[in-house]
């Protein structure tokens, strides 16, 4: 039998306390094993919050099998994501060699552009920090101003009409 490499993403309910959640991943990658699937990496992402509630659960906790399997088994793996309650969601996919080129080409990149980024902001950062040193003792609070209210511009026709009545 020849092995294909697959992505298995399981939603987990994410009411179940972080040790329970790691029985479940305990439980899944035992029967991987068992089954004598390769497991060449397991990517806990965390609790997430869902887009919208599933078997009455706003939130979740995702989980990626990285494995490599005979189609055979991954509907036998697919039947026991069934069965257990606790899964919310399962999505198994087929990764092709293009596939996975371009997986880790994208991952590469975002790790470059991350390293880039926090250069620029450790950069910014310490900048910030200099000029703050340099010019403490340079700045000096100014009061600002206070503000007069301007009264409006009284017309000079009604400045003359009031002088006409007063002296009458």
């Given at each position: 039998?020849?092995?294909?490499?697959?992505?298995?993403y399981i939603i987990f309910d994410?009411?179940?306390?972080?040790?329970?959640?790691?029985?479940?991943?305990?439980?899944?990658?035992?029967?991987?094993?068992?089954?004598?699937?390769?497991?060449?990496?397991?990517?806990?992402?965390?609790?997430?919050?869902?887009?919208?509630?599933?078997?009455?659960?706003?939130?979740?906790?995702?989980?990626?099998?990285?494995?490599?399997?005979?189609?055979?088994?991954?509907?036998?793996?697919?039947?026991?994501?069934?069965?257990?309650?606790?899964?919310?969601?399962?999505?198994?996919?087929?990764?092709?060699?293009?596939?996975?080129?371009?997986?880790?080409?994208?991952?590469?990149?975002?790790?470059?552009?991350?390293?880039?980024?926090?250069?620029?902001?450790?950069?910014?950062?310490?900048?910030?920090?200099?000029?703050?040193?340099?010019?403490?003792?340079?700045?000096?609070?100014?009061?600002?101003?206070?503000?007069?209210?301007?009264?409006?511009?009284?017309?000079?026709?009604?400045?003359?009409?009031?002088?006409?009545?007063?002296?009458?």
């Open positions: 039998m020849s092995k294909r490499y697959y992505e298995s994410g009411n179940l306390e972080d040790a329970g959640i790691e029985e479940e991943i305990t439980k899944y990658e035992n029967l991987l094993l068992k089954n004598e699937i390769e497991i060449n990496k397991i990517d806990r992402m965390g609790r997430k919050r869902l887009a919208y509630p599933i078997k009455k659960r706003q939130n979740g906790y995702y989980v990626c099998f990285e494995i490599s399997a005979p189609p055979q088994l991954i509907t036998k793996i697919e039947r026991a994501y069934v069965l257990d309650e606790n899964i919310l969601r399962y999505l198994t996919i087929f990764m092709s060699i293009k596939a996975l080129k371009e997986k880790d080409e994208h991952l590469k990149n975002r790790a470059i552009i991350q390293s880039k980024f926090e250069e620029i902001k450790n950069n910014a950062a310490i900048l910030e920090s200099e000029k703050l040193k340099e010019g403490a003792a340079e700045i000096v609070p100014v009061a600002e101003e206070p503000k007069v209210k301007e009264e409006p511009a009284v017309k000079e026709e009604t400045k003359v009409i009031e002088e006409t009545k007063i002296n009458e």
